[in-house]
């Protein structure tokens, strides 16, 4: 099992998120904890206004709302049933100090992977706040062992360490020119990333070259290369400038021209589409309630398995994207993934994340350990969701808004 603490400054981002999922006919509430009723019995005000009346308890605590995600291998999809997944939701909010808490409980079905989402808020009965200072690396992680023995379930163990392996390995193996013999080198990269990695274009394969030091050129628009459907491999130096002689496809062993990659691009596409949303997810949790800079968000997609690749002009505008997502092994152009991840709307919804998260942007959860400010993330394996943005700030559904007051008109009296 593995367990994703997200604390935020506003309950309606997070339980219209659910709710919207709701709508979707993608997800479902299957219970509550510490409501006056079913949750099959309440309507969506009843829903909502329980968490803020208890979170009005106490107005200085900006971050009041809790969000939780407990993610599970695709393998127990049949052996978790709704009361298991309660069980385990009551049990594991028990054991991290929120089980006086009031907290709804959604299972989501857009994804790979079985998982639920629980929204709860930090403020107590009494007006005080919990703390929830490092509460992924301790409470978290206690209570995640213990309900994985105590259940039965599939152990996250050593998932965070594969990874960091993974990107270590990158760092070490890029090739150095003048190390060993530029062909040798440009083909023990090539013999590792063609058939393991899922790419669709020449960017994207590029991509992942790159952060080997090599790259497979097909020249300018105007060569005698390009317009022979030629192509070369080089090495890149640390600036990302090419060096030394290039090497013709057609000289490797393997012979990884042009026309072999074209037949890759096309079969690599149908192998992407089950992974693409654990990228979307990631960089939309990354960027959820929170102002995060496109470094920081670098930063954090590489915790979770994931490079940013970076295309900027001669002046330093970044003009394309590319994620390369080394769990899954699959590539994709920020546009390849809607509008809401290319370059432009990136940098954006970096400048201005808060204000776009109150859209009704979809994200969901991901794979592998992360640590944020009062998180700590351990992520598994997922798949596809569409999003759909409405620039609403602090956005509320129509149902859950209050009769509008009608204004008095100068001198009218309130005995009217």
Known sequence: MVAIIKTGNSIHNIFNYNENKVKQDVAECIGEGNYPMEVDKMNINVKLNRLLK????????????????????????????????????????DKIGFGQQPYLVYQHHDSGHPHIHIVSIKIREDGSRIDTQNIGRNQSEIARKEIEQSFGLIVAEGRRKNQKQELQSISMGKVQYGRIESKKAIANILNLVLPTYKYSSLPELNAVLQQYNVLADRGSENSRIFQSKGLVYRILDKN???????????DF??????????????????GQLQHRNRVKNAIDLALLGNKTSLPELEKVLK?????????????????GITYIDHSTKCVFNGSALGKAYSAKIIQERCGLSTELMQKNISFDYVTQDHKSVDSHFAIGKLTDILTQSEHVNNYVPNQLKGKRKKKKRRGQSDNQ
């Open 54 to 93: 208890q979170a009005a308890l106490n107005d200085n605590v900006k971050r009041n709302s809790v969000h939780i995600s407990l993610n599970f291998d695709p393998s127990e999809t049949a052996s978790l049933s709704k009361e298991k997944l309660m069980n385990i939701a009551n049990t594991y909010m």
């Open 303 to 319: 915790k979770e398995g994931i490079n940013i690749v970076l295309r900027k002009n001669n002046q330093g505008l970044l003009y």
């Open 240 to 250: 990302g400038k090419a060096i030394g002689v290039p090497i013709k496809a057609s």
């Open 253 to 270: 062993y393997n012979k990884p021209t042009l026309k072999y990659l074209e037949e890759k691009f096309a079969s690599n596409k149908t």
